[in-house]
């Protein structure tokens, strides 16, 4: 959520928002906005996670990307432990400035099980349910 010691600028208008050129995430209750990480090099989409403010403007200042983890409620660098470091390449943020898509170079495995993505199941309808397909 914005706070006057937020780095960036106050939400606005609907029409600032979607039109101006400020860069006013909208976060959420928790303070978090969601963030699709895509690989820049073939488009692939390769992670989704959260960031706070602290995350943003770190991502923005270093270019080396950083998230908040819901789970362990903490920020968190990609890569500090597992070496599987993402680099920004460009952020660009939707329409109305609650989600940002982040464009980066990925070293080593983007999931935390060890695959390219982790997207890496495909869920198909059979027999009246829903099952789960792994794709390697």
């Given at each position: ?18 039109e ?11 303070g978090l ?8 090099a ?10 706070n ?12 990307v ?13 890569g ?17 400035q609650?989600?940002?898509l ?21 869920v198909e309808?059979?027999n ?9």
């Open positions: 959520m914005w706070t006057p010691s937020t780095p960036f600028a106050p939400p606005g208008t609907r029409l600032d928002l979607e101006g050129s400020s860069l006013s995430p909208r976060f959420n209750a928790d906005i969601t963030a699709i990480t895509v690989d820049h073939g488009g692939g989409i390769l992670m989704l996670a959260h960031m403010a602290e995350a943003l403007a770190r991502t923005l200042e270093t270019g080396e950083w998230y908040f983890s819901r789970s362990r409620n903490e920020l968190w660098r990609k500090a432990t597992s070496g599987h470091t993402q680099r920004l390449v460009e952020m660009r943020v939707d329409c109305d609650d989600a940002v982040l464009r980066v170079e990925q070293v080593g495995p983007a999931c935390h099980t060890g695959r390219t993505s982790c997207f890496y199941r495909r309808a059979r009246g349910g829903f099952v789960l397909v792994t794709e390697d």
